[in-house]
């Protein structure tokens, strides 16, 4: 069991980064090569068939949308290099979610700052 799990973790962490890689340098499509995206995690089935990849984009909701409809139009082709660069038993079918944890991130990162701020100035009278 504990095999599997640590080859499942290789595993994930190579097709994260190749998918990684091919969005990047690949992909000539504007609404995926303008704003800034970055592949946050990839959960590949233990049957090699499924890949989970969650994609987060620094940018407008607009921009976001726009990004997983181009990375939704260029599955195939993704899919296709990812087979030529990863050797697997199974190249996986690509399924791409959205994942909105850093800018979730940054957002209460700011709250933070703003408070900290506040409260500076409160202990200053």
């Known amino acids: 069991m504990q095999r599997s799990k640590y080859k499942m973790t290789r595993v ?12 990047r340098t690949e992909i000539k499509d504007p609404r995926v090569a303008g704003p800034m ?9 233990a049957d090699l068939k499924y890949c989970k990849a969650y994609i987060s984009v620094l940018g407008t909701d607009e921009e976001a949308a ?13 899919r296709r290099e ?7 038993r199974n190249t996986p079918e690509l ?22 701020q506040a409260g500076a100035g409160v202990g200053a009278d």
């Open 12 to 23: 994930n962490a190579e097709v994260q980064r190749e998918l990684s890689e091919i969005i």
């Open 37 to 45: 995206v970055s592949v946050t995690g990839v959960e590949v089935t």
């Open 66 to 78: 726009a990004v997983m409809e181009g990375l939704g139009s260029a599955v195939g082709f993704i």
């Open 82 to 88: 990812l087979a030529a660069r990863v050797n697997l």
């Open 95 to 116: 399924r791409f979610v959205s994942d909105r944890s850093i800018e979730h991130g940054m957002q209460m990162s700011k709250l933070i700052d703003e408070v900290n």
